[in-house]
């Protein structure tokens, strides 16, 4: 079971999402989304829409 808690700012201004996952509260981090089955599925759409726009700003660079 996953489910979505929040965001969390870090101390250097980075952001960490928050779950629930089997029981535990996990903060992972925007890149490590991948790590996590089925936690980025469980983002509501705006966070995964702030996220498409980080990484359309990444590739610019």
């Not at 952001?15 to 981090?29: A, C």
């Not at 089925?38 to 702030?50: N, Q, T």
Request: charged share 25%; aromatic share 10%; proline share 3%.
């Amino acid at each position: 079971m996953i489910k979505y808690l929040g965001t969390k700012k870090t101390d250097h201004g980075g952001t960490l999402y928050v779950f629930l996952i089997n029981g535990q509260e996990k903060h992972v981090s925007e890149s490590a989304l991948k790590q996590y089955p089925g936690c980025y599925e469980a983002l509501p759409e705006s966070a995964k829409a702030r996220i498409a726009a980080n990484r359309k700003w990444l590739q610019k660079l």
